[in-house]
C-alpha cells in the first residue's frame, strides 16, 4: 500500500521541522504533535519513514543489529565480526492505545516452556521500532504504565524484560513520536517532559491552502502510484539532505558562549531540571547540520527553544503549553550576539511556497496559522488563583442582590449573573468507589488489572502472560505419579498452569452536579465552591480519570460537559460559569441519573462517582428523593459537598447524603488527609 509522501502534505512546517532534526539527532529525543483533529498528524508521521536512510542489519537477527555496531547482548547474537548484512528501509512501528506490556516489550512463551521445555522469547514492538521509527497515535490515551516503559526505553536505549524470573535485554533506540487532541485530555507533566519536542498543529484557515490538501488528497487517493511518483524526487531530495546532515552532525561545534546563552534562555522560564538545556543544545546542533553548518548561531538557539521549551514551562496541569516570544528575545538579548551567519527557520527542503504544486526541494506551503512558533493566543489557566477576591462580595453580587433575584420567575438577568473568579486549587482527600472493579488502569479505586500486587490466581483463559508459579506447582504436584514422573522435576499439562490475578487501580468517570443557582451567590460562596471543585478536578487529572459537569439553576439542569477525559475543558467551564436564579436540585440530579446511565453502556467497566456540589435548598421542581432514591437503587456511589455556611445551618444537604447513601463533606473539610472510602463502604453496608 501507497504512503502520502512527506514532501507533498501541505503547511505543517514547524511539525516537518521538528521530525526532520529528530531524523537528523535522534538523541534529542521525539517530537509530540499536539492539536486538533483532522489536520494531518498521523499522515505526516507514516510518511517520514520513507525519507529516513536505510539501515545495514545483520542478517535473520530480530533486533536489528548493526553489523558495524552488534549489540554484544542481543537475544540472537552474539554475532561475529564479518557476520553477513543487508540493507532495508528503516522500519516505523505503530503502537495501539490498546496494546498490552507484553506486545510492548516481547515476552517470554511461558506455555511452551513449561509444557515443552522451550524458551522461546518474542520480541515486540520496542524491538521492531529499533533504528526506525516508533510512533504512537493518541499517546495521551495510552495506559500510564505502558507510557512509562516506552519512555524509559527511549531514554536509554534498551529495553528490559524482568517477568517470572526471565531476564532479557535487547538495544531499542527509535524515533519516538506521538500525536494527541488536547481535547482528550493531556500527558501528565512528568511524561510531556520525556518528549524532545513539541508542536502545536492546526488546519490553514486560508481557502487556497485548504483547497490545496483536498486537492493532493484526492489525487492521491484517485491513483496512488502516479500521485507517489510525482513526488519521488523531492522524496530523495529530502532523504539527502537528512543523510548528509547526519553525516555532518558530529562537526558541528557547541562552544562555551553557545551553551552559556542556551543555559540563560532554558533558566528565563524556569524550567524544571537540566534536560530542557541538553534537549535545546543537541536540537540547535541539529539545526545547524539541517542548514550545512558546523557552527551554532543565535538562530538554531531561538529555533531549539522554540521547539524545546513550550511544553517544559507548564506549571500546573491546566497551563496551556506555550512561549512568550517576547522572553524568548529578551533572554537571548542578554547574552552576547553570535556574529556568524544566521538562517532563518524554514521547512525540510526550504525555500518559497507555491500553491500549484511541491517546491523543487520537496517542502510544501506554509500552514497559515498552525500556531506552531507559540504564539497563538492561548485561554488563561483555570484555577491561577488570579483575580477578584473571591470572598468580596462585589464580586459575587453586582448589582441586584442573587437571594432576591432567586425568589424571581424564570431565568436570572444578565447583571444578576455573576462569574465569580475561583479560588487556587489545593490537594484533595482521596476519594474512592468502594468495591473492586474492573476498569481501565488508574489511580483511583481498587480494581483487578494487567499489573499491580498479586492477589491470588486463576485458571487461564487466555494466552498466559502472567504466571502464577506456586499455585502451578500446587496443582501439578497431586498427579505427578499418574502421569508417570520417575525423576526430578515435575510433569506440567495446560490445565495445571495457574495466571496470577493482580489487583491495581482503576479510573472511574467523576461527575459533578454543581448548583450554580442565587443561593450560593448571594452568600459570596461561588468563588470558594469553584475552587473547590477546581481542586477535586485536578485530582481527577492526576488520576487519569474522565470527568463530566451538570450545573442547575433558574427553570432546570444542563449537562455543561459530557464525559470526556479532557479535565482541562472541565476546568475552563467551570471557570466562567455563573450564578443566579432558582434551585431545582430535583432537576440536577435527574440528568445525572441519565446521564450515567447512557455512560454504562457506552463504558460499562468504568465505575462512576457521583459528586454533588450545594447547600441543600431546594426553591423549584419537587422533592429531590425520588431522584435521590434512583440513584442509590443503581448503587452510584456518591459525595455530598456541603457549601452550607454561617451560624444557623439546616444541615440539608445531610438529609440529601442520606437519600443518597452518599457521605457528606464539608467545603472546609474537602482538604483533609484521611480517605473517605471506608465511609462510604460503611454507608452502603448500614443501608
Known sequence: ???????????????????????VSPEIGGVLARGEKGTAKSTTVRALAAVLPPVTVVVGCRFSCDPARPDAECPDGPHPVGVASTTRPAALRELPVGATEDRLTGSLDLEKALTEGISTYTPGLLAGAHRGVLYVDEVNLLHDHLVDLLLDAAALGTSYVERDGVSVRHAARFLLVGTMNPEEGELRPQLLDRFGLTVEVAAPREAPLRAEVVRRRLAFDADPVAFTARFADDEQALATRIADARALLPDVVLDDPTLERIATVCASFDVDGLRADIVTARTAAAHAAWHGRTDVTTEDVRVAATLALPHRRRRNPFDAPGLDPQQLEDALDDTEPDPG???????????????????????????????????????????????????????????????????????APSVAAPVAAPTEPRQVRRLEVPGVGEGTPGRRSRARTATGRVTGSE????????????????????????????????HLVRDDLRAARREGRESNLVLFVVDASGSMAARTRMGQVKGAVLSLLLDAYQRRDKVGMITFSGAGAQLVLPATSSVEAAAARL?????GGRTPLADGLLLAHETLARERLRDPSRRPLLVVVTDGRVTTGGSPAPAAGLLRERGVAALVLDCEAGRVRLGLAAELAVQLGAQVLPLAELTGEQSIASTVRGMREAA
Open 459 to 490: 485458571r487461564p483463559t487466555g494466552r498466559l502472560t502472567s504466571l502464577h508459579l506456586t499455585s502451578t506447582l500446587l496443582a501439578a504436584a497431586p498427579h505427578q505419579q499418574a502421569r508417570g514422573r520417575t525423576g526430578p522435576g515435575l
Open 341 to 411: 551567519p544566521e538562517s532563518p527557520p524554514d521547512p525540510p527542503g526550504g525555500g518559497a511556497p507555491d500553491p500549484d504544486g511541491p517546491r523543487p526541494d520537496g517542502s510544501a506551503e506554509p500552514s497559515g496559522g498552525s500556531g506552531n512558533d507559540g504564539t497563538d493566543e492561548q485561554p488563561a489557566p483555570a484555577g491561577d488563583g488570579v483575580g477578584p477576591d473571591p470572598t468580596d462580595e462585589s464580586v459575587d453580587a453586582p448589582g441586584p442582590d442573587p437571594a432576591d433575584v432567586e425568589d424571581g420567575p424564570g431565568p
Open 575 to 579: 471557570t466562567e460559569l455563573p450564578t
Open 1 to 23: 500500500m501507497s504512503q502520502f509522501p512527506f514532501t507533498a502534505v501541505v503547511g505543517m512546517d514547524q511539525m516537518r521541522l521538528a521530525l526532520a532534526l529528530n531524523a
